[in-house]
């Protein structure tokens, strides 16, 4: 079992900036795991944000690429996403995922809002 705590949510300005945080507990084999971001916004479908691999492949979808950038600290079983640039079209419930092999674990989410 991997639980997953994400932290970092918040309200911000359009054009301004957060880090969302995402620490992982319970595996000794963090490095292993695919970390994702996704995100939900109300009356929305859940999307992928961004993923990074165990090699440190990352992937973007297109309405955050050159905005967001993910990382991930294996020695801190922390993934990040840094958020630039923010859009009230960002705003949304932003949930951490961990997955090995088809094995998905989710955090309980973070809520970002993007407003004036």
């Known amino acids: 079992q991997v639980q997953l705590v994400e932290s970092g949510g918040g309200l911000v300005q359009p054009g301004g900036s957060l880090r969302l945080s995402c620490a992982a507990s319970?595996?000794?084999?963090?490095?292993?795991?695919?970390m994702g971001w996704y995100r939900q916004a109300p009356g929305k479908q859940r999307e992928v944000v961004a993923t990074?691999?165990?090699?440190?492949?990352?992937n973007y979808a297109t309405t955050v690429k050159g905005r967001f950038t993910i990382s991930r600290d294996n020695a801190k079983n922390t993934v990040y996403l840094q958020m630039n640039s923010l859009k009230p079209e960002d705003t949304a419930v932003y949930y951490c995922t961990a997955n090995l092999r088809g094995e998905v674990y989710w955090g309980q989410g973070t809520q970002v809002t993007v407003s004036s």
């Open positions: 319970g595996s000794i084999f963090f490095s292993w795991y695919t």
């Open positions: 990074i691999t165990s090699g440190g492949g990352v």
